[in-house]
């Protein structure tokens, strides 16, 4: 578990997708690190519950498994999973992204595209539809989508990617309107190159991922770590974001300042 928190998030209940690995592992850790019952979702079930376990392991509150957030059924499962285990959410984090081939619309294949539009898109829309209720039911909340510096510049061969990160910040400001009478909160995170996964398999190695991505990329020289996005989430979801709403939280080490 991450290192104790300032319990900025003590009595609520959270539920992250994609929360195996990465990014999103690092949020679940310092979500409960910082006082919160997370639900750990992931299309690895097996990878979630072992994150959950190592949590409560070190003294922490959560519960996971098997969700595809590509299906609705599957989402709303976990929801109600999570709803039984904690009495309710207060936390939405919708982080789950798939890794789609570098490709211009013109070569693309249809399912690369419909795959990456399911996972990274309509995941999120699932996630929010059926665990928007519940923040309600508690009087209020923090919608958090993942979205990436690429929602706000393009990249070559990253047409399907950019476009869904793109659609996640419009998302994200349309329920930041519909549901600010609610008290929900609903902001994006926008990581630039992270070491996780992702990047190590398209890159071939971890220092590779670093000298191809991470340095020539990035003016601060290096990836982020996934710890450092978890701190974002940290805040997005805690009282000290508490007058933002609708908004893009960047950290992407300069990658779009350019
Ligand atoms: N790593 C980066 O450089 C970077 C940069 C910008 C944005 N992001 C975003 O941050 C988020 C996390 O990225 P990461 O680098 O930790 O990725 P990752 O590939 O390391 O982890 C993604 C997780 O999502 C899960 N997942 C994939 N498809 C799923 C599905 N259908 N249902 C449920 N879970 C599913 C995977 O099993 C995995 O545990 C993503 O939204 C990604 O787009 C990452």
């Not at 319990?7 to 679940?28: S, Y």
């Not at 999120?124 to 539809?129: E, I, T």
């Not at 909340?141 to 399907?160: D, E, F, H």
Request: aromatic residues 4%.
């Amino acid at each position: 578990m991450a290192d104790a928190g300032a319990n900025r998030l003590a009595d609520k209940a959270a539920i992250v997708t994609g929360a195996a690995r990465g990014i999103g592992k690092a949020i679940v850790e310092a979500f409960a690190a910082e006082g919160a019952a997370v639900w750990c979702a992931d299309l690895h079930g097996g990878e979630a519950e072992a994150v959950a376990a190592a949590i409560r392991a070190g003294g922490g509150k959560a519960e996971g498994g098997y969700c595809d957030v590509r299906s609705t059924d599957s989402v709303l499962d976990a929801v109600d999973a999570a709803v039984e285990a904690f009495g309710g959410l207060d936390i939405l984090v919708a982080n789950a992204a798939t890794l789609t081939p570098a490709a211009t619309v013109e070569d693309l294949d249809e399912a690369d595209w419909a795959q990456a539009l399911a996972v990274n898109l309509t995941g999120a829309f699932h996630l929010c539809k059926h665990g928007i209720p519940h923040l309600k039911r508690a009087g209020g909340g923090s919608v958090i989508l993942t979205a990436s510096q690429m929602a706000r510049v393009g990249n070559p061969g990253s047409a399907a990617y950019c476009t869904t990160k793109g659609g996640l910040v419009q998302l994200a400001k349309v329920m930041a309107l519909d549901h600010a009478a609610d008290g929900i909160r609903v902001n994006t995170l926008s990581p630039g190159g992270t070491a996780t996964d992702r990047l190590f398999s398209r890159h071939g190695s971890p220092e590779r991922a670093e000298e191809e991505w991470g340095k020539p990329m990035h003016p601060l020289g290096r990836l982020g770590r996934p710890e450092e996005m978890a701190k974002g989430a940290v805040f997005l979801a805690s009282p000290e974001s508490s007058f933002m709403t609708g908004a893009d939280l960047l950290m992407d080490g300069g990658y779009s300042a350019r």
